[in-house]
């Protein structure tokens, strides 16, 4: 479901983490990883959306975007994610994992997020988006009135990739 949105999402400051950004448009968290998921990053993130959580009453979504540089947690991450996902999951409407990179790196991404999908029974919740595109639209299925458009999205995604000095992806689907 989509809404028709009469008023300017006006996007705030990125907030930058060592290799991670992250910024807040509406009742969505997009996230861009360069570096690894490593435990300070997955604290950080989990601030960020902490904070998200407790300024709003509703539920929220969020889309976390993987450069091929951001290898997946390591096994010692195991209680970061969790914590992280404890913060989360409770008001989450949709979580979307994006891959950025090649069809092998994508294939890691989607085996690694199977695994954790296997391990938290969240199927319907948690998606695997092919590109930031498809990302979007699977936002868009579970948007409310006070969640951003594909335009703001696209705004916010942009301003993450100028915030981590990386050259942006096209949001296309051939992405």
Same mark, same amino acid.
């Given at each position: 479901?989509? %809404?028709?949105?009469?008023?300017?999402?006006?996007?705030?400051?990125?907030?930058?983490?060592?290799?991670?950004? $992250? +910024?807040? +448009?509406?009742?969505?968290?997009?996230?861009?990883?360069?570096?690894?998921?490593?435990?300070?990053?997955?604290? %950080?993130?989990?601030?960020?959306?902490?904070?998200?959580?407790?300024?709003?009453?509703?539920?929220?979504?969020?889309?976390?975007?993987?450069?091929?540089?951001?290898?997946?947690?390591?096994?010692?991450?195991? $209680?970061?994610?969790?914590?992280?996902?404890?913060?989360?999951?409770?008001?989450?409407r949709r979580l979307v994992t994006t891959p950025l990179g090649d069809?092998?790196?994508?294939? +890691?991404?989607r085996s690694v997020m199977r695994a954790g999908l296997f391990l938290i029974g969240q199927?319907?919740?948690?998606?695997?988006?092919?590109?930031?595109?498809?990302?979007?639209?699977?936002?868009?299925?579970? $948007?409310?009135?006070?969640?951003?458009?594909?335009?703001?999205?696209?705004?916010?995604? %942009?301003?993450?990739?100028?915030?981590?000095?990386?050259? $942006?992806?096209?949001?296309?689907?051939?992405?």
């Amino acid at each position: 479901m989509t %809404h028709d949105r009469n008023r300017a999402f006006i996007l705030p400051a990125v907030q930058v983490f060592d290799g991670v950004a $992250s +910024v807040t +448009v509406g009742d969505t968290l997009l996230t861009l990883w360069k570096a690894p998921a490593r435990a300070a990053r997955i604290r %950080h993130v989990t601030e960020v959306a902490s904070a998200l959580v407790r300024g709003r009453e509703g539920s929220i979504a969020a889309c976390q975007f993987l450069l091929p540089s951001a290898s997946p947690p390591r096994l010692q991450e195991r $209680s970061e994610i969790i914590a992280g996902l404890d913060v989360v999951m409770p008001r989450a409407r949709r979580l979307v994992t994006t891959p950025l990179g090649d069809a092998a790196w994508q294939a +890691v991404v989607r085996s690694v997020m199977r695994a954790g999908l296997f391990l938290i029974g969240q199927s319907t919740l948690v998606k695997v988006a092919a590109n930031p595109a498809e990302a979007f639209e699977l936002l868009g299925q579970v $948007s409310t009135e006070e969640s951003p458009g594909q335009h703001e999205l696209e705004g916010a995604l %942009h301003a993450l990739y100028d915030a981590l000095k990386v050259t $942006s992806f096209k949001v296309s689907r051939d992405t």
